[in-house]
């Protein structure tokens, strides 16, 4: 069949969605292409909504991943505000809200990921907020102000972001966390301790190995938290930032492969078991080559990037997707890049001045090969830290802790 004659369907009008729709025209796919997005606005980029847009620095617009214009001009059918409600692979339809159906040759799920609700006491309540959407970022702004009091559910990545921005506003802010430390779960215990520092030094109020028990409200409207031990927070407003759920409600329904991470199963290619469906982003649980292993991550990057390695496989050319897992965050005057993947590490190799927040962090195997590093207020050696991670090769761990020893020379 010609291209001109096949029609393309990608579900999820997030950055991966875009991405897929602008991966599809540059490589000169000439068929349709439906996108169907739940949202009303524009596809658009999501780290901004707890960083610049927060902080006002930047607009909607500046973070919108293409125009109206854009998809108009490339003949992309952008149906916002569309949720796609069922899929039959059989058939090869998709079923929307109102009952229509629209028919795939090949089909990408974008779907990205839901905030994760707290099953307590108050959770609905006025003054509660999540963050996923600009909608969500428009009213948290509201409600933080330099008088108010901010409590925030969850020490992970979003609720320390909101954290730092409402400190900086001069808000009083908590924040309760079940584990011992903030991101103890994503970075290890060395730098994790890092993350607990750099609050504990804004005057954040953090709440450790706490489990909170109730969001308190006085006539519907939050009032604070009611934490394990029986403490009280007093709060204006309340942040339930307790991470995110893949939505993967169609790829289950539709009977493709799960996997244990909770994300649909793709081979390297990013094909899920079903050979004319493919998924990205957030929900992809993708073989990874380099590490030999599934992995699945809530980042930008991924959104960024796999939809074009995606889309080589939905044009009928496979490509493993190879790249590196790599995050970023900002919080206060700290600045971070994170590559790799060290679910597993042995220990920790510090290079440089950790009290000052001028350092790299590594994380080694019991056979002291790097499995990831992060760069923190150092800029210019991320591509170093990917090829000694790349390089798979026991490096020196006293040559790496020095920082008069060029990364590159460890290679
Ligand atoms: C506040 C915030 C800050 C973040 N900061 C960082 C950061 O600093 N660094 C980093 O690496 N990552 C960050 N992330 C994570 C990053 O934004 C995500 O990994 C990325 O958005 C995933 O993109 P995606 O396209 O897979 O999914 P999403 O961005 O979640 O987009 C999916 C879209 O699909 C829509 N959709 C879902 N189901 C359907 C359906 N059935 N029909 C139609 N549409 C549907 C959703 O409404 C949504 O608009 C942050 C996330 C948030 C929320």
Redesign the pocket.
């Known amino acids: 069949m010609s291209s001109q004659s096949q029609t393309f369907v990608i579900?999820?009008?997030?950055?991966?969605?875009?991405?897929a729709a602008e991966a599809l025209r540059d490589k000169d796919f000439s068929g349709e292409i439906v996108l169907?997005?739940?949202?009303e606005?524009l596809?658009y980029?999501?780290?901004?909504?707890?960083?610049e847009y927060l902080a006002g620095k930047k607009t909607l617009d500046e973070f919108t991943v293409n125009s109206a214009a854009w998809y108009r001009d490339h003949r992309v059918d952008l149906?916002l505000g569309?949720?796609?409600?069922s899929l039959d692979v059989r058939e090869h339809l998709v079923g929307l809200q109102d009952g229509s159906t629209q028919r795939y040759d090949k089909l990408l799920l974008?779907?990205?990921?839901?905030?994760r609700r707290l099953p307590i006491a108050g959770s609905d309540a006025d003054g509660v907020h999540y963050?996923?959407?600009v909608d969500?970022?428009d009213a948290l702004d509201a409600a933080i102000t330099a008088d108010s009091a901010l409590a925030v559910v969850g020490g992970g990545?979003?609720g320390l972001?909101?954290a730092a921005e409402a400190r900086r506003r001069g808000a009083k802010v908590t924040v309760a966390e079940a584990a011992e430390l903030p991101l103890l779960g994503a970075l290890g215990r060395e730098v994790a301790e890092v993350f607990a520092k750099l609050h504990r030094d804004h005057d954040v109020d953090l709440r450790l190995s706490t489990s909170v028990e109730e969001i308190t409200t006085a006539d519907g409207v939050a009032t604070g938290l009611r934490l394990g031990d029986g403490s009280t927070v007093d709060a204006d407003a309340v942040l339930v930032a307790v991470g995110?759920a893949p939505?993967v409600?169609?790829a289950t329904v539709a009977g493709l492969a799960m996997a244990p991470d909770g994300g649909v199963a793709v081979d390297s290619s990013l094909r899920t078991s079903d050979p004319d469906v493919f998924a990205?982003?957030?929900?992809?649980s993708a073989q990874h080559p380099l590490f030999g292993t599934r992995i699945r991550?809530?980042?930008?990057?991924?959104?960024l990037k796999q939809p074009a390695a995606a889309v080589a496989g939905m044009l009928g050319t496979p490509t493993e997707y190879a790249e590196l897992p790599?995050?970023?965050?900002?919080q206060y005057d700290l600045g971070m890049e994170y590559a790799g993947y060290a679910r597993d590490y042995a220990r920790v190799v510090f290079r440089g001045d950790v009290d000052g927040r001028e350092f790299v962090a590594f994380w080694l195997d019991s056979d002291s090969r790097v499995l990831a590093g992060m760069n923190v207020n150092i800029w210019d050696v991320l591509d170093d830290v990917k090829s000694l991670i790349r390089s798979q090769k026991p490096v020196d761990a006293d040559k790496l802790a020095d920082p008069q020893q060029a990364l590159s020379s460890l290679m």
């Open positions: 579900v999820g009008g997030g950055l991966a969605g875009a991405k169907f997005a739940a949202e606005h596809p980029e999501r780290p901004p909504l707890s960083k149906r569309t949720t796609v409600a974008a779907t990205g990921s839901a905030s963050l996923r959407t969500d970022a990545w979003i972001e909101v995110a939505n409600g169609l990205v982003g957030d929900i992809a991550t809530e980042h930008w990057a991924n959104a790599y995050f970023f965050t900002d």
